[in-house]
C-alpha cells in the first residue's frame, strides 16, 4: 500500500444502493459467462448491438424511459426515450441502407457529442457496418490515415468539422459518402455532399435489423502504438456481453441510475461506457456536448441527480486544482459512486472524491482492445488508493515474468497480459493482422503495460511497456507526431517523447533537427507550432517543440525516444553504447 494513504473500508450495509458483486472473492469463484448471457436476449439467434441497447428496451417495459438526457453546450436539453431512440436509429439505418452502404463496410463519424452521433451509431450497426467515431478534436492529417486505413466508406460530420474532412476527401479514394449534419448549426450543404436531415428525415420508422452474429464486426476503434501509425482495433457484436457485465458489476448500475459518462465517443470509453454498458442495461445516460469546467460539471450532477459518475484522472486533477470550494457550493447528495479510468490514478485524486463529495474515487483499468472494463475497484470492495484493483470476475489478468511465467510473488514488476478468449477481446487491427498476432505470446495477450500484484490480489500499474504516450488519458503515437514534424521544409528528424505533467499525466513534446539552411527563430518555432497544430489538431499536436542539433540514434538507425526522454528529465542515460553520435 502507499505510505500515507490506508485502505478505505466499506461498509456495504450503509451504501445507498445494494452493490450488484457483493463480494468480489464470490463472485471470482461462481461467476459464470454463460449466466450473463442470459441478461441479452439474441432473438432468432441474431446478435446485434443495437438490438440488445435500444429495440430490446424500446420493445419492452422501458419504451418511455428515457435513454439519454442531452445538454447541448449552450445549456439546452432534449430528452429521447428508448423507444425515440429505436425510431431515430432506425431512420438512420434506413437512410445509409438507401446510400448502397453493405454490411462489414466502414462508416466514420466525426461529430461533437449531438444526439444524431448516437443514432448515428446504433443506425450503423443496424445495417451490420462497422461504426467508427472520430475524436472530433483530430485534425485533418489523423482523420485523414485512419479513414484510409479502414478504407471507409462513409464520413457522417457537421459544418463546423467539415473543413477539416475538405482537406483530405480527395486523398480517400474508398470515400463515397460525406453526410453533413447541417440542421442544428442552420447552415447549407455543399452539392455534391448529403445532407443528414435529407435522407434521415424522410426516411422509415420501421426498420429490420441485419442478422448478425457473434462473430460479425462491430465498431472499431484506433489505438496507437510505439512504431508505425494507429491501428484500427476491431471489435464484434459478442462484446456486449462483457458491456452488460460490467456495466452490472463494476458499474453498478441499478433501474433507477442517472449516469454520466464524461468521456467522448471518440475513444473506446465513449463508446463502452457511453452507450453500449448503460444502453444494455437499459439505465438513463446525462451526454454533455460541453466541455470540461468545474462548476458546468458539478452544475451538471445537481441539475440532473446523477448518481453513478465515470470520468478521468485528468478531469480529476483539473477538479482538484479548482478547489473544494466549487463542488461545496452544489448539492451532490445524488451521487452514490464514482470511477475513472484512463490513466493511472493517483492516491490523493482518490481520497479527494471524499473531501470534496463524500465518496472516493474507484479507479478502474483497461484499454481500446479489451473493449471493456478488465480490472477495477468495485463498490462492495475496500479501495486501497493508487491500485487499479482486481480483476474482473470472469477474466484472467495477471502479471508475467520475461519468459511469460506468472509471477506469484507479491509486488514483483512483470508485463500485464490478459488470458485470450474473454467476450470483447479485439479480434483483428484492421489491415494489420501480423501486428495484431504479434500481441499475443506464451498463451498470453501482452497488454503494453507493466504492473505489479499484492498479496491479497490487488493489482498496482507502473507504466507503459513502450513508447506509446498518454496525454489525458488518450494515447499519441510519437510516430504519427514525428510524420508531421518531419513534412515541414525546416525539419529534417523529429523524435517525439511524452513529457511527464502534473495535470494530464504527460504532454507531447517533439524535439527536431533542422535542415541546412533553417535557423531556429521565434517566426520558424512559431511556423512549427501552426503546422503541427493545423494538420495534427490540439488532441495530439506536441505542446512543446525543441530544435536541437543532433538526434540519439542506435546504430540501426532508430530514434531513441528513451534516451529523449532521459535527457529532458535529467535522468541517467542508461546503455548508450548503440548509439550512432558516439
Ligand atoms: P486506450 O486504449 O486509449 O483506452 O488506453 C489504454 C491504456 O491507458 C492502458 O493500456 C494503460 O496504459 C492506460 N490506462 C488505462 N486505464 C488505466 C488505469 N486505470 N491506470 C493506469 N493506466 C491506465
Known amino acids: 500500500m502507499i505510505e500515507g494513504y490506508p485502505e478505505i473500508a466499506k ?9 450488484n458483486l457483493v463480494d468480489w472473492a464470490t463472485e471470482r469463484r461462481t461467476f459464470s459467462w454463460d449466466e450473463q448471457w442470459k441478461g441479452i436476449d439474441r432473438p432468432g439467434g441474431m446478435l446485434n448491438k443495437a438490438y440488445e441497447c435500444v429495440d430490446r428496451h424500446a420493445n ?4 418511455n424511459k428515457t435513454a439519454i438526457i442531452w445538454q447541448s453546450a449552450a445549456g439546452e436539453i432534449e430528452r429521447y426515450s428508448y423507444l425515440d431512440f429505436k425510431k431515430q436509429s432506425n431512420k438512420a439505418a434506413n437512410a445509409l441502407r438507401s446510400l448502397g452502404i453493405k454490411k462489414g463496410e466502414r462508416v466514420f463519424i466525426l461529430a461533437d457529442r449531438i444526439p444524431e452521433l448516437y443514432f448515428a451509431v446504433f443506425g450503423t450497426l443496424k445495417i451490420g457496418a462497422i461504426t467508427a467515431p472520430l475524436f472530433s478534436a483530430f485534425g ?21 468539422l467539415l473543413p477539416k474532412v475538405n482537406e483530405i476527401r480527395s486523398q480517400l ?16 450543404v455543399a452539392a455534391g455532399d448529403i445532407a443528414w436531415s435529407d435522407i434521415v428525415g424522410p426516411a422509415s420508422e420501421e426498420f429490420e435489423i441485419e442478422p448478425t452474429g457473434p462473430d460479425d464486426w462491430s465498431i472499431m476503434h484506433f489505438t496507437s502504438g510505439t512504431t508505425g501509425l494507429p491501428k484500427g482495433a476491431a471489435h464484434v457484436h459478442n462484446a456486449i456481453v462483457s458491456h452488460y457485465a460490467t456495466g452490472k458489476y463494476v458499474l453498478d448500475f441499478h433501474e433507477d441510475d442517472i449516469y454520466w459518462c464524461t468521456a467522448d465517443p471518440g475513444w473506446v470509453t465513449g463508446t463502452s461506457y457511453g452507450m453500449f454498458a448503460p444502453f444494455s442495461n437499459g439505465v438513463t445516460s446525462l451526454i454533455d456536448e460541453g466541455g470540461f469546467g468545474a462548476r458546468r460539471w458539478f452544475e451538471n450532477i445537481q441539475k440532473h441527480k446523477v448518481t453513478v459518475w465515470y470520468t478521468a484522472p485528468t478531469a480529476i486533477r483539473l477538479l482538484m486544482k479548482a478547489g473544494t470550494d466549487i463542488p461545496k457550493s452544489f448539492d451532490l447528495s445524488s451521487l452514490r459512486y464514482a470511477m475513472s479510468v484512463g490513466e493511472p490514478l493517483n492516491p490523493e485524486g482518490v481520497v479527494w472524491g471524499i473531501e470534496a463529495f463524500g465518496l472516493p474515487f474507484h479507479d478502474n483499468w483497461w484499454q481500446t482492445e479489451t473493449g471493456a472494463i478488465m480490472c477495477a475497484n468495485y463498490p462492495s470492495m475496500p479501495i486501497r488508493p493508487g491500485s487499479m484493483g482486481r480483476p474482473f470476475p470472469g477474466v484472467d489478468v495477471v502479471i508475467v515474468d520475461e519468459q511469460g511465467k506468472e509471477i506469484t510473488e507479491p509486488m514483483v514488476e512483470g508485463a500485464l497480459v490478459c488470458k485470450p478468449g474473454w467476450p470483447s477481446m479485439f ?3 484492421w489491415n494489420d493482422q501480423e501486428r495484431y498476432d504479434s500481441r499475443f505470446k506464451n498463451g498470453w495477450y501482452y497488454t503494453g503495460d507493466k504492473a505489479k500484484r499484492d498479496e491479497d490480489g ?3 500499474f ?19 507526431v514525428e510524420s508531421v514534424m518531419i513534412e515541414h521544409a525546416a525539419v529534417a528528424e523529429a523524435g517525439v517523447i511524452g513529457k511527464p505533467d502534473a495535470i494530464a499525466m504527460e504532454v507531447v513534446k517533439a524535439f527536431v533537427t533542422l535542415n541546412d539552411g533553417f535557423e531556429k527563430t521565434d517566426a520558424l518555432m512559431r511556423d512549427l507550432n501552426r503546422h503541427a497544430r493545423a494538420r495534427l489538431g490540439p488532441a495530439v499536436a506536441p505542446k512543446e517543440i525543441e530544435v536541437i542539433d543532433i538526434l540519439p540514434k542506435t546504430r540501426s538507425g532508430k530514434i531513441m525516444r528513451r534516451l529523449l526522454k532521459a535527457r529532458e528529465l535529467g535522468l541517467p542515460e542508461g546503455d548508450t553504447s548503440t548509439l550512432e553520435e558516439d
Open 140 to 160: 485533418p492529417e489523423p482523420i485523414k490515415e485512419r479513414v484510409s486505413r479502414a478504407e471507409g466508406c462513409t464520413i457522417i460530420t457537421t459544418p463546423k
Open 427 to 429: 479480434r483483428t487491427y
Open 173 to 188: 479514394p474508398s470515400l463515397r459518402h460525406v453526410i453533413v449534419i447541417a440542421h442544428r448549426e442552420g447552415k447549407p
Open 60 to 63: 419492452g417495459a422501458r419504451a
Open 462 to 480: 507502473v507504466g507503459r511497456d513502450d513508447d506509446v504516450i498518454n496525454t489525458s488519458g488518450h494515447l499519441v503515437s510519437p510516430f504519427e
Open 11 to 19: 461498509d456495504v450495509a450503509a451504501l445507498k444502493a445494494t452493490p
Open 458 to 460: 490487488y493489482i498496482w
